[in-house]
Nanobody
């Protein structure tokens, strides 16, 4: 089983920045894609940002220009740099890893880490 451990969350004022990190038990480039999702209480879990093994990225419209996702194969991590945070960004953030195989796809999730943005 692959373990994903998240860190870097916390409480910040609107306009501030946070950097989330997700450490995997295998090299980041072993995965077809790595992603961050977020979920507010009573809301569905939505994709925030994703990066593929080839380095291609995509972002939710609400975070474009403010968030940057990156991966570090040597350190087995995927990071999410969040700038100009808004109260609407408040949520639990979850690291996600997808590994495609011949017989089946394997998907892994972190436990979730809280980000709270005050106005």
């Amino acid at each position: 089983q692959v373990q994903l451990v998240e860190s870097g969350g916390g409480l910040v004022q609107a306009g501030g920045s946070l950097r989330l990190s997700c450490a995997a038990s295998r090299t980041a480039f072993s995965f077809n894609s790595l992603a961050w999702y977020r979920q507010a209480p009573g809301k569905q879990r939505d994709l925030v940002a994703k990066i593929t093994s080839g380095g291609n990225t995509n972002y939710a419209d609400s975070v474009k220009g403010r968030f940057t996702i990156s991966r570090d194969s040597h350190n087995n991590t995927v990071d999410l740099q969040m700038n100009n945070l808004e109260p609407e960004d408040t949520a639990a953030y979850f690291c996600n890893a997808l590994l495609k195989a011949t017989m089946a796809d394997h998907e892994y999730w972190g436990q979730g880490i809280q980000v709270t943005v005050s106005s």
